[in-house]
């Protein structure tokens, strides 16, 4: 009898502890009671009722990623590609992911496809490869519109991958070589311009410092002869000074010595012998002079008559 009692009260307790719930972090739990909706248990410690309340659903509150594998779709050129998706998400209302829709998962793949399919439809192959950002876009706002009825928040669509048929893959690898060609064509074309414009440059920009050197080594020589020729008519006119000066000292020098009306004639005749010696053609002598040069030739014949 005892025994039986340990037991019915260990029962009683684990049955207690079963009815005590704890709610972890980033998670819900939609309890019902005899099949309808009670409530929605957030993070904590709840207690449900035995045998009435039942745990209908434990719902993850974190963002989740879906990647679907690879949907057809047809361009509007009638180019049949292989899409590959990912779609970010978050269930905001537990409730409503519990009782919107049986599988939320499964319609957000096929809501996914149906979007993609019209809006790839409305484009062409170009306009599809290159218009990734709009195609996100247009696909977050659609989905996010249809699932807030299921209490899904749809963050982000992303296409994974566009996959075109192989000959159009050809054509385009085909097409992006022939592109990378008429680049390097370009690329080649403008660097042999720019290497002759650089070399013209480089010659004319010799020419003119040629010709700047030319011109500041003739100034130069032009100033060395100029530099010349006022040394040369500089050392000419102390020359000319000094003579002066000489001849003026002389001068004052007979004056000074009372010398006779026949001194200074004769140093008058010397004066005109001197410049006689020089460079003039034509010398005009005074006549008082002249007398004495010829009383001088007079004397001069006598003297030669004598000896012979």
Known sequence: MGLLFIALIILVI???IS???VVRQAQAFVLERLGAYQATWETGLHFKVPFIDKVARKVDMKEQVIDFPP???ITKDNVTMQIDTVVFYQITDPKLYAYGVKNPIAAIENLTATT???IIGDLELDQSLTSREVINTKMRATLDEATD????KVTRVELKNIIPPQPI??????QMKAERERREAILRAEGEKKSTVLVAEGKKEQAILKAEADKQATILAAEAV????????EGEAEAILKVQEADAKGLEFLNAANATEAVLTLKKLEAFIKAADGNATKIIIPSDIQGIAGLVSSLAEVAKK???
Do not use: S
């Open 14 to 16: 684990a049955f207690a």
């Open 19 to 21: 009815c005590i719930k």
């Open 71 to 73: 949907q057809p779709v």
């Open 116 to 118: 993609l399919r019209n």
């Open 149 to 152: 009825a299921w209490g899904i």
């Open 169 to 174: 893959r050809e054509a385009m690898e085909k």
């Open 226 to 233: 100029k530099e010349a020729k006022v040394r040369e008519a």
């Open 306 to 308: 004598e000896e012979n």
